[in-house]
DNA sequence: CATGAATGAGTATTCATTCAT
DNA sequence: AATGAATGAATACTCATTCAT
C-alpha cells in the first residue's frame, strides 16, 4: 500500500532520528529528507511535529503491548513462566528502541490523552492479572499486586537504561526474572 | 553569600518551570522573571539554557545522592534497613521533585559529561555496596548485585512516576522494601 | 527568473538600506520589508547579516569593474583617452553608489577572501596595464605603474567622498583626468 | 596627571582594538580589559561607546593635523617641499595608523559635528594653500587647488591602505610626491 | 574617583507550517 | 497526492550602560 509504505517510512525516520536527539533538536527537514519525502508530504500524515513525535512512542509502545499480550494470552504458560517472558520482552524492548527514545528524551508531557492513559493502563493491567492469577494459585504471594505490576517495567528500564551497548539482555532477562519471582514468592 | 544566593533563586525558578512545561517552552524570560533578576543576570551563572536546565537536574540529584550517602555510612543500620531507608528516599525523590521533571522530560541528551556519569555510577556504587555488604553476612542472597542494584531505582521510579497524587509514599515504600528485601532473600 | 529576480529584489533593498545607515542599524526586518519578502527569504539567499552586506558591495564593485573592463578593452582608445574614461567611471562610482556606502561604513573586514583581494587586483591590473601601454608608446613616463594605479581610484574617492552634493562630475572627472595625464607625461 | 593617563590609556587601547575589528565587534569590556581599567571607568570619560569611537579618530588626525601646520608654517621651505613633506605624512599616516582603522570601517557617519568638517576643512585648506601659493610663485599651474587639494589624501591612502605591510613609505613617498608635483607642473 | 555585577532593550536567526504548483 | 520555496512568529542571547559600593 502506497499510503502505509510512505508513512512507514515517515515513521522509521522519525524513530531513528528521535533516538539520537532530543526533540527540539530534531529537524522536520531531516525526517522529510531522511524518509526520502517533500517536507508537505509529512503533513499529509501528521498534524504537527508533536504528533509525529507521539505517533513514533505510540507505535513502538502498541508493538510491545501486542507482544506481552500475547504471553499473557498463553494458555500453556504458567504465571511464573509469562512473568519471565514477559521481562524478557521488556528487557529487549528497552534495550533497543525505547532505551535512546526514553533517555534522549520525552519532551512533552505525555499527552494526557485517553489513548496513553489507557495503554499504559492495559499494559500494567496485562501484568497485575498475571501476578493475582500466580496469587490466586498460591503460587505468588503480594498484598498488592497493582504496585508490584508498576516495579517491573521500571526495574528493567533502570537495567536497560544506561550503558546499553555493555548490557547482556540474555543475563539481564534471567537475572530481572529471578529476582521478580523471588520477590513474589515469600511469605510476606 | 550574594553570589549564591543569586544562582540559588535562578535554580529554584527554573526547576519549578521546568517541572511545570517541557524544555522547549520554559522562557528564559520566565525564569528570569520568576527569579526575579535580569535576562541576562542568567547568563553570568549559566551559560545556556540547556546549561541552566542540566544545573537544576543536577542540583536535584545532588541533593538526593547526598542523602543516600547519609545512610550508607550510617553504622547503626544493618544492609536491610539501609536498604528500606533507601528506597524511602528514591519514593520520595521521585514522587515529589523528580516526578513532574521525569515525566515532563529528561529533554537532552544527559550530557555525557563525566560528572554525569560519575554521579550516576556513585548511586549505583553506593546501593551495590551495601547489597554485598548483605551478601558478605548471609542476609542476602545475589549473583549480580551489579545489576540488582540497578533495578532498585527503576522500579521506584515505575511505581512513583505516573498518577503521583494517587499514591501513597508510604505503603509504596513499604510494599517495595518488602518486595526488594524479599528478591534479595531467597537461595537462587 | 523567479529565484535572481528575488535576490536582485534583496540586494536592491539592502544597498539602499545600508547606504543610509550604518551596519549595525540597519535591521533585516526592514531589509525584508522594503525588499517585500519575508524575514526567512533572506537566508535562503543569504548566510548571515554580513554575507548580505558583502554581498551589496560586491555586487556594486562588480558593475563598475565590468564598466573599466569595457573601456580597458576598447581598441579605439589610446591610453589617455582610456584612462580619462576610468577616471569618469570612478568618479562616478564614488559620488553615485559607493560614496555613502563607504562613508557610512565599511563596517567588517571586507579582504579576507581570495574574491575581495583578486577583485581589487583585476581593478588595479587593469589600470597598471593601461599605463605601461601609455609608456610603452611613449606617451607616459612613470617609474613604478604598479604604484600610481593605486593613486588612482583613492585620488577620486577624496574628490568625490565628501559633500557629494557639491560635487559636478562633469569638472571633477575633467580636472581629474587632466591632473593624472599631467601627472604621467612629464619626464620623471 | 592620573587623569589624563587614564585617559590615554583608553584612547590608546581602544585605537588597537578598533584598528582591528570593526566597531560593533569591538567590545567595551575589551576596552577596559585592555587599559586596565574597570568598565565603568570608560564613562567618566567618554559618553558612549560611539563617543570613543570618535575620540580615537580625531586624537589620530588632530596629531596628523599638527604636524602639517607644522610643514605648512615653515617658511624655510619653498611650495614643492612643502608638499613633499605632506606627502610623506599622509603616508606615513596612512600606513601605520589609520590604514587599519579606515578600512576596517568608518562605521558610523563621521559626525556631521562642526568640529569634523572644520578639522576636515582645515587640512583641505592648509593643502590647497601652498597650492596656491606655488601657482602666485608660477611654480605651479592649476585651474582649481581646492579639488587638487582633495586629490592629494586619497592618492596616499590609495597607496598605503591595502597590504601596507608590502609598501615601502619612502618608496610611495618620493614617487607620490614626484607624481603629484608632475601633476602641478604642467600647462593646463 | 573607580569599579564590575546587574540589567533588559534590542535583533539576528531558526524552523514548523503553509500553499501554489 | 506530493512538493519545497516562502514565510514570520517566536526566542535565545548580546552588550552598552548604570549605580551601589
Known amino acids: 500500500m502506497e499510503y502505509t509504505d510512505k508513512q512507514e517510512r515517515i515513521l522509521d525516520a522519525a524513530a531513528d532520528l528521535f533516538a539520537r536527539q532530543p526533540f527540539h533538536k ?25 504528533d509525529l513525535y507521539f505517533a513514533v512512542l505510540y507505535r513502538e ?5 501486542t507482544r506481552l499480550k500475547g504471553i499473557a494470552a ?16 521488556l528487557a529487549r524492548h ?57 516495579y517491573i517495567p521500571g526495574l528493567l528500564r533502570g537495567a536497560c537504561h544506561f550503558e546499553p551497548q555493555d548490557t547482556d539482555i540474555e543475563a539481564v532477562s534471567r537475572h530481572a526474572a529471578s529476582f521478580v519471582l523471588q520477590g513474589l514468592a515469600g511469605k510476606d
Open 26 to 50: 530534531v529537524l522536520l527537514s531531516d525526517v522529510a529528507r531522511t524518509a526520502a519525502v517533500g517536507k508537505g508530504t509529512l503533513y499529509l500524515y501528521f498534524n504537527s511535529k508533536e
Open 61 to 65: 509502545f502498541d508493538n510491545l503491548l
Open 74 to 89: 498463553d494458555p500453556a504458560l504458567a504465571p511464573d513462566a509469562q512473568l519471565s517472558a514477559i521481562v524478557g520482552e
Open 94 to 150: 528497552f534495550l533497543k528502541k525505547a532505551a535512546n527514545m526514553d533517555m534522549q528524551g520525552v519532551v512533552l508531557t505525555c499527552p494526557s490523552t485517553d489513548d496513553w492513559r489507557l495503554r499504559r493502563a492495559e499494559l500494567l493491567a496485562l501484568i497485575e492479572a498475571i501476578i493475582r492469577r500466580g496469587v490466586a494459585m498460591g503460587m505468588f504471594h503480594d498484598q498488592d499486586p497493582r504496585l508490584t505490576a508498576k
